[in-house]
């Protein structure tokens, strides 16, 4: 995997949402990704393998330093 994300990054997918944005966080992951527009707040819901081919970049990391 050559795009590394984790929970809680904020990335960036190859088309916009249609309310314009596209600054999506990813909020659960496992054998399917929700994601929630940073935008509008929509929910979406897809297969690991459909996001990973629609995720351009990370944007934002998530912090990890928290204890």
């Known amino acids: 995997m050559d795009?590394?994300?984790e929970l809680n990054d904020?990335?960036?997918m190859k088309k916009k949402?249609?309310?314009?944005?596209?600054?999506?966080a990813?909020?659960?992951?496992g054998a399917d990704i929700r994601v929630k527009?940073?935008?509008c707040g929509q929910l979406v819901l897809m297969?690991?393998?459909e996001f990973?081919?629609?995720?351009?970049?990370?944007l934002v990391k998530a912090?990890?330093?928290?204890?």
Request: glycine fraction near 6%; aromatic fraction near 6%; hydrophobic fraction near 30%.
């Open 26 to 29: 990813i909020i659960r992951m």
């Open 63 to 67: 912090d990890t330093t928290e204890s």
């Open 37 to 39: 527009c940073e935008g």
């Open 17 to 24: 949402h249609p309310c314009g944005v596209n600054r999506w």
């Open 52 to 58: 990973e081919r629609k995720m351009k970049k990370v």
């Open 47 to 49: 297969p690991r393998r």
């Open 3 to 5: 795009k590394a994300y």
């Open 10 to 12: 904020i990335v960036e």
